[in-house]
Structures are given as structure tokens and as C-alpha cells.
């Protein structure tokens, strides 16, 4: 009787997939087949028995079934056949979605099934760390400001990992850069954000005008999200002046060599705290409002980004 996994369906399945085919043909279960549940005919009970059909010559197999809530509930009765790490046959099977209505929880109590689920979120300021961590299990090299970079710039967790594989690739045995980040991991309009943020921070006010000509095509919102983001860092040093360090150290960002809070401070140096904690307060009202019918746009966000801008010099450093 096989052995049955089961694949959840989200962001990360085809990543699971092939890390799971690649690890059963290493212990010497090889890949005999791949095909829609839903062109099976008879359900759960000919997956089985299809799994049971082996070649004349293969003591082993893994057979791949899609789209396997078109089976329907799981027979509780097949759940006696479950084997688990001795069987002959595997049975990887993929979801749209979750397996709640699938299987019931006397077929669940045996715990003869082997779940892949989503991998548990990572919060924005934890992000840098696990793209570290991340690096080096696959024996990769990240600096700690490229690592922030990339969790600041890109909220997919998939998207991470497959960025992260790409830079390794180019960078080889060096350590990869927040150059390389800017170069390989930015469209067009990924740059221009970056541009804008980075322009922002710095007081740049060129760059900020030049880049909006380009964001101005796109929704307000995530440019919104966005600078917010890079702000956070400093509105906290404004908030917690006496304990800067703890209160970075909480949201991941104890170190001087983070990218995002280096930014920050250079926001905070160039505006102070006044400025920052005003605008913040602005692009709270403007976030809520972009989610009416009261939005304000773009005309409403660039006059609160040039009175931030305006304010350069004219305040004094925290």
C-alpha cells in the first residue's frame, strides 16, 4: 500500500514539489509519473490502485497527482491502507487550496499522511535574518544590508528565495552586494522606487522628481506602503530617543550596517524629528483615505512629500 503526501495549495507548492521528488529519488523512489486527478477515473480508490500497478522491473515509484480536490472526500476506509516510510509506492498529491473538507479527523487521527503546508509568514522586520539564515543553508554569501534591501523591496516570501538563488548564481563565492541587489533583483519600476526612496532619505530632491514621473503611472498605495517602511526606523528614533537601540533592536534593525536604517537616519538627519512625525502622521490620513471614497491621490501625497522635503535643513539634527 503507498505512502500519501499531500501539498496545500499556495505561493510556495511547485518550490515543495521539486525540493520533495528531488529528496524521494536520492533515498531511491524515482518519479514513474505525473497527471490530472481529475482525468482519473473512480476517485481515490484507482489512485491506489494505479499506485499498486508497478512496472515489471520497478520495486519503487512516485507517482504525482494534480488537482486532487476533483477526487472528493477521502474514503475513510482507505485510511487502514496508509503505509508510511516502508512503502513501495509514494503518492504526492497537490490542492488548489487547504484539505479541510477532504479528510476527516478520524483519517487525520491515524496520522498516516504527511502535510505540506505554507510556510509560516515572516514579518517585515524579521525578514533580513531569515534571508540570512536563508543564504546560509543554501551556502550562499549575503551581506546584511543587501539581505535588508531585498526584505524591504519584496513582500513575496517565494519571490525571496528565488531572488536569493539568482544572486548566489551571479555572485558566486563573493559575497553578494547591495550593488547587486540594485542591478539584478529591480525593474524599471523597481528602480525608480528604490531611486525614490533612497532620494527621499538623502534629501535628493531630483531624484525624488524624476523618479515620480515614473510612479505617478503606477497606484498610489504601495509607494505609500513603501516609504512609510523606509520611515519607520527614523519615526521610532524620534519616539524613543533615549533607548534608539532597543527600540531598533525590536523591529530587527540593531545594527549600523542595515541599509534601511542607515536611510533612516539620514531621513531623520536632514528632516528631524518633527518633520518625520509629521509627514508620518499625513500618510496615515492618506492610507486611510486612499481606502475611501474620500482618496486624495497623488496631488494629496506629493504636497505632504514637498512640505517633507521642504523642511530639509531648516530643522535641527536629532
Known amino acids: ?64 497527482a494534480e488537482g486532487c480536490e476533483a477526487l472528493g472526500p477521502f474514503p475513510d476506509e482507505l485510511g487502514e491502507y496508509l503505509e508510511e516510510d516502508g512503502a513501495d509506492a509514494v503518492i504526492i498529491t497537490t490542492f488548489v487550496g487547504d484539505t479541510k473538507k477532504i479528510f476527516s479527523k478520524g483519517v487525520l487521527a491515524l496520522r498516516r499522511i504527511s502535510f505540506l503546508r505554507a510556510d509560516p509568514a ?119 530617543p533615549r533607548t534608539q537601540e532597543a527600540a531598533l533592536k525590536a523591529i530587527g534593525m540593531g545594527s549600523g550596517k542595515n541599509y534601511a536604517l542607515r536611510m533612516a537616519r539620514g531621513a531623520l538627519s536632514a528632516f528631524g524629528a518633527a518633520g518625520i512625525q509629521q509627514f508620518m502622521l499625513k500618510a496615515v490620513r492618506l492610507s486611510y483615505l486612499e481606502k475611501t471614497s474620500y482618496s486624495l491621490g497623488w496631488p494629496g501625497f506629493e504636497l505632504a512629500l514637498w512640505e517633507l522635503m521642504g523642511s530639509a535643513g531648516r530643522l535641527p539634527p536629532p
Open 122 to 240: 515572516v514579518p517585515p522586520w524579521k525578514r533580513r535574518d531569515w534571508l540570512l539564515g536563508l543564504a546560509r543553508e543554501q551556502g550562499a554569501k549575503l551581506a546584511p544590508d543587501a539581505a535588508a534591501l531585498l526584505g524591504e523591496s519584496i513582500d513575496s516570501q517565494e519571490e525571496l528565495r528565488g531572488e536569493l538563488a539568482k544572486l548566489s548564481l551571479y555572485a558566486g563565492e563573493r559575497t553578494i552586494s547591495v550593488e547587486d541587489v540594485q542591478m539584478l533583483s529591480f525593474d524599471e519600476g523597481g528602480r525608480a522606487l528604490l531611486t525614490f526612496l533612497d532620494g527621499v532619505c538623502q534629501a535628493r530632491a531630483r531624484d525624488v522628481a524624476r523618479a515620480l514621473k515614473y510612479l505617478r503611472r503606477e497606484p498610489l498605495l504601495p509607494v505609500l506602503v513603501s516609504l512609510c517602511n523606509r520611515l519607520r526606523p527614523a519615526l521610532l528614533m524620534t519616539v524613543f
Open 1 to 64: 500500500m503507498p505512502r500519501l503526501t499531500v501539498i496545500e495549495g499556495h505561493e510556495g507548492q511547485r518550490r515543495q514539489l521539486e525540493e520533495r521528488l528531488t529528496a524521494l529519488e536520492a533515498e531511491g523512489w524515482p518519479l514513474s509519473g505525473k497527471f490530472e486527478a481529475g482525468d482519473l477515473n473512480g476517485g481515490w480508490r484507482a489512485l491506489f490502485e494505479r499506485a499498486e500497478a508497478r512496472g515489471l522491473f520497478a520495486e519503487r515509484q512516485v507517482l504525482v
